[in-house]
């Protein structure tokens, strides 16, 4: 039996060299790969935190120039809504002038034939339909501008959105 323990004690000292060699080097590289995954993931962070502060300069950027957008809108609109009020003010002042002219063509035409007044009638008419005319022509002038002042802007700002996206 002496012979069995003396001729397997070899076995068994490699054996236990070998388990302990395995386990230190097994340790040994979890710990290279853990530092390993650390590092990357801290590496993964700070790539994360410098793109999100991009990501939010072009976010405040973009919010300030689409804000700027809506105000030149709105202002557009309100110098819309001003120049219509200014337009029906003026068409209003028109027809008042026009109706004191119709009266003087009508004055004017008592004075003389039946075709003297058929004339101021119809003179009048023109002159009512002129400033009907007028109106019409002056309201989509403001209308084109206000068209043109929203495509410019809308413009602008899709060109905004595309450079947030970039």
């Given at each position: 039996?002496?012979?069995?323990?003396?001729?397997?004690?070899?076995?068994?000292?490699?054996?236990?060299?070998?388990?302990?060699?395995?386990?230190?080097?097994?340790?040994?590289?979890?710990?290279?790969?853990?530092?390993?995954?650390?590092?990357?993931?801290?590496?993964?962070q700070?790539?994360?935190?410098?793109?999100?502060?991009?990501y939010?300069?072009?976010?405040?950027?973009?919010?300030?120039?689409?804000?700027?957008?809506?105000?030149?809108?709105?202002?557009?609109?309100?110098?819309?809504?001003?120049?219509?009020?200014?337009?029906?003010?003026?068409y209003?002042?028109?027809?008042?002038?026009?109706?004191k002219?119709?009266?003087?063509?009508?004055?004017?035409?008592?004075?003389?034939?039946?075709?003297?007044?058929?004339?101021?009638?119809?003179a009048?008419?023109?002159?009512?339909?002129?400033?009907?005319?007028?109106?019409?022509v002056?309201?989509?002038?403001?209308?084109?501008?206000?068209?043109?002042?929203?495509?410019i802007?809308?413009?602008?700002?899709?060109?905004?959105?595309r450079?947030?996206?970039?």
């Open positions: 039996m002496m012979t069995l323990i003396s001729k397997g004690w070899p076995y068994l000292v490699v054996v236990a060299l070998g388990a302990t060699i395995y386990f230190w080097g097994s340790n040994n590289g979890q710990d290279k790969i853990q530092a390993k995954w650390d590092a990357q993931k801290v590496e993964d700070k790539a994360y935190n410098k793109l999100k502060g991009e939010d300069v072009r976010n405040r950027q973009h919010s300030y120039e689409v804000g700027m957008l809506t105000t030149r809108l709105q202002t557009a609109e309100s110098n819309y809504a001003g120049e219509l009020a200014r337009l029906s003010s003026d209003d002042s028109r027809m008042q002038q026009s109706s002219r119709a009266d003087v063509y009508k004055r004017q035409a008592e004075a003389g034939a039946f075709e003297c007044r058929s004339l101021a009638s119809h009048a008419e023109l002159d009512s339909s002129l400033e009907q005319g007028r109106r019409v002056e309201e989509l002038r403001a209308t084109v501008r206000l068209r043109d002042n929203q495509l802007e809308l413009g602008n700002q899709i060109k905004a959105d450079k947030l996206l970039q």
